[in-house]
């Protein structure tokens, strides 16, 4: 990837942190399980990373893939590259590795800088630059240039500081660009909304490679602070983050924690120790509702502020965010369930595209479109509506049952070939056991008739990736589990098992058969001499033949159609009404053309009325059926246009 090299103007935030080393090298600046690391030993560290990346020859403004899954080592070199010059892209080593090679040829960075563990995963081509941070021998040799001859006099840098991955929830990630100007105005605007200064203790507990990490690093060591990492590489396991967590809290004194929703539902769940000394919580990443931020804040009592914070990594800097008040927010007395994140941070420029002021819309920060919906309320503060494209008020539906801790609603693909339905995933609350019926019903309740999942499942967790945001690419398959609508709407009862599929493409074949064989046995019964060619020279006569042929396979395919079709046309997800039309009209396509070719052969070409009505009759109605298919193969189902919303 390529990364300009116009000069910027002002302080950079790692220059920040160099500043803190020298005024005040004996605090400390990071903390990870029995790792305590002062600002002094920090910037010697940062210093010693820069000279291995200018040893290697690295160009101003250069890029560097950061593959290191110790958060402390990953943050000195992320750290030491922008001291270098360069930028870095932060990269989990542990993922597929065919995932890592595209990225790594997409940004092609000018050296990869990881473990001796990871060195083959990061060589992904011949000619790739590779260094590890843990190898003995230095990396002479490998750049082929000399080291920098000014230790004390960084190199000019590029605009980019870094190059972060998104989310890659939906699909997959992509490289953002944030350049030092970003990083400045991220960290002035946290300093000035949140009040950090140089006696809070931060915990983070994001992965190395995630852009939160990079935003933690900004909030901490940018206001002198002290950074408290999480020990351990396993965000997945919720007894065990649980546990770290309240150590570190109480242990560490810690005055601020930024976490995901899934964490702030666990300390809703077990709360803190008492007499913390935390002031600050900031969530991000899932929708998070009123009702969880308030119970949140009832569990902290005292005078925790509690935020839910808005932001992508697109908009890096850029965001919203909601304070909890004192007092009960009005939408929290409502029945639906409302995720507010409230206002922008200094210097973000929020919109919401919606066709009206207060309607649905995209949202878009600093210009950039976030792939999220939201709506500015009455009020003046924006509300979370979803991702574009995903099934929105079905999760919120699903989040106001009490059972359910958390859920989602995906299409997913069955057991039966091109049978996709929508699913609604419920992870129980605490303590409650989940009846799956039961939530259904509650759904139904909640949605238009037209817009409810074909199933509920039960699941312990949610798909989520090291950062601990919902993935849902990877949503279980509800092979065999939980409960499906026999009917949009009607009885709710276990799965039927699925017909295997080559008995089912047999029984179609023989009912074709069958038809068509019909068809040609009636054909002289009913329209006697229709298909007579015996004065017809060759090949034409072998022509009409064959046309009589097709005829029959025709009428039979729509005879089978018309018995066995329904049930495969109503996955598409169409009311019964225009499921029923369009069956009937792809029916009659097929099986018109055996009694139309047959009564036109026998009606003299004079004779008008006959005429008209074999026009009429046929003609017309296979145009109207042809547009009725047509429509019903080119309209969107209502109910996916509504859980989208």
């Not at 039960?458 to 798909?463: I, M, Q, Y």
């Amino acid at each position: 990837m390529s990364v300009d090299h116009v000069p910027v103007g002002g302080q950079h935030v790692d220059e920040l942190v160099a500043g803190w080393a020298e005024t005040r090298p004996s605090t400390e600046a990071i903390v990870c399980g029995v790792e305590r690391i002062s600002y002094g030993e920090l910037g010697r560290l940062v210093e010693t990373e820069a000279d291995r990346l200018r040893s290697v020859g690295l160009p101003d403004g250069g890029l560097v893939a950061v593959a290191l899954d110790q958060p402390v080592a990953a943050l000195a070199v992320m750290l030491g590259v922008l001291r270098a010059g360069g930028a870095y892209l932060p990269l989990d080593p542990a993922m597929p590795r065919e995932e890592l090679h595209r990225i790594l040829g997409d940004a092609d960075p000018y050296v990869v800088l990881t473990r001796e563990l990871y060195r083959i995963a990061a060589g992904d081509r011949p000619n790739r630059r590779v260094v590890c941070v843990d190898a003995e021998a230095g990396p002479a040799g490998e750049g082929g240039t000399q080291p920098h001859d000014s230790e004390d006099a960084p190199s000019a840098r590029g605009v980019t500081a870094c190059v972060l991955l998104t989310a890659g929830t939906t699909g997959p990630p992509g490289l953002v660009p944030v350049s030092h100007h970003e990083l400045a105005v991220a960290r002035n605007a946290w300093q000035q909304v949140y009040g950090f200064d140089a006696r809070d203790r931060h915990v983070h507990t994001a992965p190395p490679e995630s852009a939160d990490f990079t935003a933690g690093w900004v909030r901490a060591l940018g206001s002198g602070g002290t950074l408290i990492l999480p020990e351990g590489n396993d965000p997945h396991d919720p007894g065990a983050l649980g546990t770290a967590l309240r150590r570190l809290i109480a242990e560490e004194e810690a005055t601020v924690l930024a976490c995901g929703v899934p964490t702030a539902r666990l300390l809703t769940a077990r709360g803190l120790p008492p007499r913390t000394r935390l002031r600050l919580v900031t969530v991000t990443g899932d929708a998070w509702y009123l009702d969880e931020q308030r119970a949140l804040k009832e569990a902290l009592s005292g005078d925790v502020r509690v935020v839910n914070a808005y932001t992508v990594t697109e908009a890096f800097g850029a965001g919203a965010y909601y304070e909890l008040p004192d007092l009960r927010h009005p939408s929290e007395h409502g029945s639906e369930s409302v995720s507010l994140i409230g206002v922008p941070l200094p210097e973000t420029y929020l919109t919401v595209r919606g066709p009206a002021p207060g309607t649905r819309g995209p949202i878009v920060l600093n210009g950039v479109h976030t792939g999220d919906e939201g709506r500015i309320r009455d009020d003046g503060l924006l509300e979370f509506l979803g991702r574009q494209g995903s099934y929105a008020s079905a999760e919120r539906a699903l989040q106001g049952h009490p059972d359910v801790r958390e859920g989602l609603v995906a299409e997913v693909e069955t057991k039966h070939p091109r049978d996709v339905k929508v699913v609604a995933y419920a992870v129980p609350a605490e303590g409650r056991t989940l009846d799956a019926v039961d939530v259904h019903r509650h759904v139904c309740r909640t949605l238009p008739s037209d817009a409810r999942p074909h199933a509920v499942v039960s699941v312990p967790s949610l798909p989520r990736t090291r950062a601990d945001k919902v993935d849902r690419k990877n949503v279980p398959l509800p092979v065999d589990v939980g409960t499906t609508l026999r009917n949009k709407g009607g009885t709710v009862g276990p799965a039927s098992p699925q017909t295997p599929t080559g008995c089912m493409v047999g029984g179609v074949l023989f009912l074709v058969t069958f038809f068509a064989l019909l068809a040609w046995v009636f054909t002289d019964l009913l329209w006697p001499f229709s298909t007579n060619v015996s004065d017809v020279p060759s090949p034409y006569a072998d022509y009409f033949r064959l046309l009589y042929f097709f005829e029959n396979v025709s009428f039979g395919g729509g005879m089978a159609l018309l018995l066995v079709g329904r049930p495969g046309m109503a996955r598409v997800g169409h009311t019964d009404w225009f499921t029923t039309v369009a069956h009937l009209s792809a029916v009659w396509l097929l099986v018109a053309w055996w009694p139309q070719d047959n009564l036109y052969r026998l009606t003299a070409k004079t004779d008008w009325p006959a005429q008209a009505v074999l026009a009429y009759t046929f003609n017309v109605s296979l145009m109207i059926a042809a547009a009725v298919v047509a429509a019903f193969a080119a309209v969107t189902p209502k109910w996916r246009r509504t859980l989208s919303r």
